[in-house]
DNA sequence: AGTGCCGGGCT
DNA sequence: AGCCCGGCACT
């Protein structure tokens, strides 16, 4: 097939051939500005980018090119069940001998939802937050804005009764989330420059693949890191970083487990490739919920399917069944860390060299004021985006209020108009960090910083209400519930 | 004048 | 470490 670029050919149709299953990849033409984005099938890495959405749709083994448009025109006209049915069908028929097949995860990480965060952009120091889900479609095959979709009942969605459920679908997703991460960091990928088409079959690549999968499945069972923007709260987070290490900080030191398993996942690469590298833009794959209304932001398929799965589906929280329904109602946003962290490093100006994450992410992920830090491409206007929406005044942030009280971590969810703080300890830490570079600022006489224009705990309470006040108020310090 | 908060002292 | 406050910078 052709493996021309994106930009040469508008409607470049990739075919990926996994596990003797075909899957074609559709780029949007919307997004065929750069011509750094090669097809999938290009022999050699993958591309570290793919500028703008790239819609997957799966295909049967010998299917053709145009089985999408049948699929899109199905009768039952439910603008879900085509590719998701063709999807589970597949992975029935395909799957049986997953032992040899290697990770199936591939498989259903081509699936139309996941495909469609694969989009990358490459904009400079901006988050990428592309949530387009392509098979949110009519089944005329036109295009619905997501908001204007409403999320079919589960019992609408023709889902496989025989699927797999649980354990085997988790290991889907992180199969798929390895093939993202992949697509990610290129030179991770066939250092050997096996083509792509093959790599699944190849022994060497399928053993390292299962290993993968295995690992980063074992490591990602539960906990994920999140922020909601429906329910206005965002996770607690240490300083941001400047530094991408600051970045691992900042996500080992707010996420617990999750961010052992991203971890993990980076770690596997690690090894894999002797070439130490970093991701460009040090772009992070988060999964946005698309139920109407809620936008919920997680770290991992597992936990934004769970999320979708408890939260949504109304299914019971401790099963770990799934039928891979949840697949339809979320999909992979790109979050560029290091815009995080630049917005995030301006979160306390008296700690320039702190770790943090997003929020990112995050946690670090968000401070208000900040939030133009990051851009999110593709709904540049209104889209409650992760960050941009956090204004100050729906702002909601689980935050400790006293960080001077040390070890007295007082976490609390925080309302209206208060900004989120770096986790306690973290903070702490910077605090010393001031301590210890304020000395060098007194040498510089004038070098005070100038005082930020939020509003502190003195004008938003009022002396009346001091004991309203965050701790460092009272005591004269530098405000921490409303940090510039 | 009001506010923010540094620097330092006290417990 | 927690707490308090004098005093300065800034608005």
Not at 39 to 60: D, I, Q, R, W
Request: with cysteine; charged share 20%.
């Amino acid at each position: 097939m052709d493996s021309r670029y994106i930009l040469e050919k508008p409607s470049v149709e990739t075919r990926v051939s996994v596990s003797g299953a075909d899957f074609i990849c559709l780029a949007g033409r919307s997004v065929l500005h750069d011509s750094r984005v090669p097809s999938v099938e290009k022999s050699g890495p993958l591309p570290a980018y793919t500028n703008g959405p790239v819609f997957c749709k799966p295909v049967m083994d010998g299917g053709s090119a145009t089985a999408g448009k049948s699929e899109r025109s199905s009768p039952k006209g439910n603008r879900f069940s085509p590719g998701g049915r063709i999807l589970h069908d597949m992975g029935k028929a395909d799957l049986g001998d997953q032992k040899d097949t290697g990770p199936t995860g591939v498989l259903k990480r081509a699936s139309p939802t996941h495909c469609a965060g694969i989009s990358r952009q490459l904009s400079g120091g901006s988050m990428h937050l592309d949530i387009r889900n392509p098979w949110k479609q009519t089944a005329q095959g036109q295009n619905v804005p997501l908001t204007e979709i409403q999320p079919l009942p589960s019992t609408h969605i023709p889902v496989p009764r025989n699927r797999k459920p649980s354990g085997h679908a988790d290991k889907e997703v992180m199969a798929a989330t390895v093939l993202t991460s992949l697509s990610t960091s290129p030179l991770v990928l066939c250092p050997s420059s096996a083509p792509i088409g093959n790599f699944a079959v190849s022994e060497p690549s399928s053993r390292a693949w299962k290993e993968m999968l295995s690992a980063s499945y074992s490591s990602s069972t539960s906990g994920n890191w999140s922020w909601d923007a429906s329910d206005q709260s965002v996770p607690s987070t240490p300083s941001p970083p400047l530094t991408n290490d600051t970045n691992k900080n900042f996500l080992l030191s707010s996420h617990g487990d999750d961010v052992n398993e991203d971890v993990t996942e980076s770690g596997h690469f690690m090894f894999e490739d002797p070439i130490p590298r970093k991701r460009k833009n040090s772009m992070k794959v988060m999964f946005k919920c698309l139920w109407k209304n809620c936008e919920k932001v997680l770290s991992t398929s597992s936990g934004i399917q769970r999320h979708i799965r408890t939260v949504h589906l109304g299914r019971n929280s401790e099963s770990d069944y799934s039928d891979g329904e949840e697949d339809f109602y979320y999909s992979e946003i790109e979050v560029n860390m290091d815009s995080i962290t630049e917005g995030l490093s301006s979160l306390t100006p008296t700690s320039p060299t702190t770790a943090g994450p997003p929020p990112v992410f995050p946690s670090p992920l968000t401070d208000v004021p900040h939030s133009e830090h990051i851009n999110m491409n593709g709904s540049q206007s209104h889209a409650p985006t992760l960050l941009s929406q956090s204004a100050p005044s729906t702002l909601c942030h689980i935050r400790t209020d006293h960080a001077y009280q040390g070890h007295v971590t007082h976490v609390r969810t925080v309302s209206i108009g208060e900004k989120r703080q770096p986790a306690t300890s973290t903070h702490t830490a910077v605090n010393k960090n001031h301590a210890l570079i304020t000395p060098a600022a007194k040498s510089t006489p004038g070098t005070r910083k100038p005082r930020g224009e939020a509003k502190k705990c003195r004008k938003v309470y009022g002396m009346e209400k001091k004991d309203m006040w965050c701790t460092a108020c009272r005591w004269k310090k530098a405000c921490q519930r409303f940090t510039d």
